[in-house]
């Protein structure tokens, strides 16, 4: 029998289906958006395509790192997310995704693996997910395929907050937020079995938290306009609790930018804890 081995570059899909308007005003009103576009029906929250995406993610998981493909693996963990946005989807558009693993990094608390979905309409490739999941206390002999692109902190942004955002956490987020995206992961909606991993009790969704900082963006980077985002990134430093406040702060960061954006910095800390950190976000001008 051959050694199980991490498969990079293998695809999976096409799958196939729809921007519903409603299904993305459950995704807005879960994640407690503060955008009127979307009860209007006239956009689609930029994280949105994470509830079409969510059964492939988990397929490209099993079948691009097999059991046993990474050594010594205690756990898995969502460590950081990249959305790139080439032009936004709109309400009644019809799509077709794929994904693939797409590269796997060694670091000292274990092995960082990234799958990348990519969303397209009858334009071509219209949203892409590189979503990395840490392998804790994994290792492998060396680098695969792609390397992650940087959104590292500019720490001289802190100098230049262009507001803050808060969002009142509620007891049954984790519960709306799982029928709205998919993700009904069992240690966001039971204690028992948040304890069995670790954890002291139920924790929200990584993408949850990701969704709201996405909303304050929007909100205070983007003029309201969701349409602009070219691109959200994300660490995500530490679990967030139902029942807690999350307070986004949104900087500028022009030193950052890229051709026709322009480049903010982000954080969000819920109970004096930073939960997402190194936020990185591109506003088309």
């Given at each position: 029998m051959p050694e199980p081995k991490i498969?990079?570059?293998?695809?999976?899909?096409?799958?196939?289906?729809?921007?519903?308007?409603?299904?993305?005003?459950?995704?807005?009103?879960?994640?407690?958006?503060?955008?009127?576009?979307?009860?209007?029906?006239?956009a689609v929250p930029p994280l949105f395509t994470v509830s079409l995406?969510?059964?492939?993610?988990?397929?490209?998981?099993?079948?691009?790192?097999?059991?046993?493909?990474?050594?010594?693996?205690?756990?898995?963990?969502?460590?950081?997310?990249?959305?790139?946005?080439?032009?936004?989807?709109?309400?009644?558009?019809?799509v077709s995704w794929k994904a693939t693993t797409s590269g796997a990094t060694q670091t000292r608390a274990g092995v960082l693996v990234a799958?990348?979905?990519?969303?397209?309409?009858?334009?071509?490739?219209?949203?892409?997910?590189?979503?990395?999941t840490l392998n804790m206390g994994g290792t492998i002999a060396g680098?695969?395929?792609?390397?992650?692109?940087?959104?590292?902190?500019?720490?001289?942004?802190?100098?230049?907050?262009?507001?803050?955002?808060?969002?009142a956490v509620a007891r049954d987020q984790a519960f709306r937020y799982g029928g709205a995206?998919?993700?009904?992961?069992?240690?966001?909606?039971?204690?028992?079995?948040?304890?069995?991993?670790?954890?002291?009790s139920k924790f929200m969704q990584g993408m949850c938290s990701f969704a709201m900082c996405t909303g304050a963006v929007v909100k205070l980077a983007a003029g309201g306009d969701p349409d602009r985002v070219r691109r959200m990134a994300c660490r995500f430093s530490a679990p967030m609790f139902p029942g807690n406040d999350l307070d986004v702060t949104v900087y500028d960061a022009p030193e950052a930018s890229v051709e026709g954006s322009h480049a903010v910095a982000f954080e969000a800390i819920s109970n004096d804890v930073v939960v997402i950190k190194h936020g990185r976000a591109d506003i088309a001008d």
């Open positions: 498969n990079i570059g293998e695809w999976i899909g096409p799958f196939e289906g729809r921007i519903d308007a409603d299904a993305a005003l459950a995704y807005a009103r879960a994640t407690d958006d503060p955008n009127q576009v979307y009860e209007d029906g006239a995406i969510f059964d492939a993610y988990l397929q490209s998981v099993r079948d691009g790192v097999p059991q046993g493909a990474i050594e010594g693996v205690r756990g898995g963990v969502h460590a950081e997310h990249d959305l790139r946005l080439h032009r936004p989807l709109k309400p009644g558009a019809d799958q990348h979905i990519v969303v397209s309409d009858d334009e071509g490739p219209a949203v892409e997910h590189y979503w990395t680098p695969l395929g792609e390397e992650l692109v940087d959104h590292t902190f500019p720490e001289e942004s802190r100098a230049h907050a262009l507001g803050m955002h808060s969002f995206s998919g993700d009904r992961s069992l240690f966001h909606l039971d204690d028992a079995a948040a304890v069995r991993a670790g954890f002291p």
